[in-house]
């Protein structure tokens, strides 16, 4: 057993604050990894604040993780010591079911081990997520990591990249295809990236004037505010894709009116409150709405290669681990571009 020191949510009231906890010994095909960046989700904060059901406290949140290898296991045959690593949101899943066979282990059947807030496999062992020193994982779980980039910028790629990296993919957009992306955050920022990157001519769709200039430097060709009636009048049946990364409650049918014969809007965020579609907004055009959740083992490694190659990061602010709360504050009132990332040596 091993001491990992690390920060808790103690429970659904309080502020996160150091927690102390054992990880096991390694097994045979796991791999120890020193944690070295941890980006911050949003779904930290609703997993420690219970918003998404009973969370198993005390929870140690954090599901972007980069780190370098110190141990392998005996049977461990795919990464050494001494490399770097990823572990994304899910650390196992049951591996037989066809979601599994088919990749997608996001998807299981019996649902993904997740990082943190869930118990690992057969067993009444909590898993602590990427706010520590150190984790354990199984290699078929973990990730290979390029020395090419910046890796504080890496760490969102493995939760906020694959969750817009994998949709488009899905769709195949490229070249010829016009994308929308609502929500400049720690999403939507990735997702004009990506799509930019692939080829798309992408607009930025948001309520707010000053992104205008953000969304351009990130790669969007267009801004829509879609505050303005007279705007989103003139963008009816514009788009082939809509990437929605908005997670507070709107109105889906004033985009899904945005989109073209055949679009598809794709949805990533999740609202509290369920939402409203008019079937003829679908009938009438042929237009479809789906969801996406982050990707499978070897989606997401596509992904980090492709960043590797296209040199794509997301945009970041470094902080120690003891500035934790003041940065779940932040997040609540959207000011952070785009993603908080904790250098964890500040926890050591």
């Known amino acids: 057993m091993s001491e990992i020191k690390a920060y808790a949510a103690y429970d659904a009231e309080t502020p996160l604050k150091p927690y102390t906890f054992e990880r096991d010994e390694l097994k045979e095909k796991e791999v120890q990894i020193e944690i070295l960046y941890s980006g911050v989700c949003h779904s930290d904060i609703h997993t420690a604040k219970g918003d ?3 969370a198993i406290y005390p929870l140690v949140p954090g599901h972007e993780i980069v780190g370098r290898i110190t141990a392998v296991g005996s049977a461990v045959t ?24 088919a990749g997608d282990e996001q998807l299981c059947d019996e649902g993904m081990t997740g990082t943190y807030n869930s118990y690992e496999r057969g067993t009444n062992i909590p898993t602590y997520g990427g706010y520590s020193t150190s984790i ?32 488009l993919r899905y769709l195949n957009v490229g070249k010829g295809h016009k994308v929308g992306v609502l929500g400049l955050g720690g999403l939507g920022h990735m997702a004009v990236k990506f799509a930019a990157s692939f080829g798309a001519e992408v607009t930025m769709l948001s309520h707010s004037p000053s992104k205008e200039a953000d969304a351009k430097k990130l790669g969007a060709h267009h801004f829509a505010l879609t505050s303005d009636p007279e ?13 929605n990364t908005v997670s507070a409650e709107h109105d889906y049918n004033a985009y899904l009116n945005l989109l073209n014969t055949n679009g598809t809007m794709i949805i ?11 079937a003829a907004t679908l009938v009438m055009k042929r237009r479809s709405i789906m969801g996406s959740l982050i990707g499978g083992i070897a989606e997401t490694q596509e992904m980090l290669d492709y960043c590797a190659e296209h040199n794509i990061i997301s945009d970041v602010e470094v902080i120690n681990m003891d500035y934790i709360n003041e940065a779940y504050d932040r997040m609540n009132k959207s000011d952070v571009k785009y993603r908080f990332v904790i250098d964890m040596a500040s926890l050591k």
């Open 268 to 278: 990533v965020g999740i609202p509290n409150s369920p939402a409203i579609i008019p």
């Open 78 to 101: 795919k990464f050494k010591v001494g490399e770097l690593a990823g572990v994304g949101c899910f650390v196992d899943s049951c591996r037989t079911c066809p979601s599994c066979q």
């Open 136 to 167: 354990t994982v199984d290699e078929e779980y973990t990730l290979h990591v390029s020395d090419k980039l910046e890796l504080s910028g890496v760490a969102p790629l493995l939760c906020a990249g694959i969750t817009t990296y994998s949709p």
């Open 231 to 243: 705007v989103m009048a003139s963008l009816t049946s514009k788009f082939d894709v809509i990437l």
């Open 52 to 54: 998404w059901g009973p």
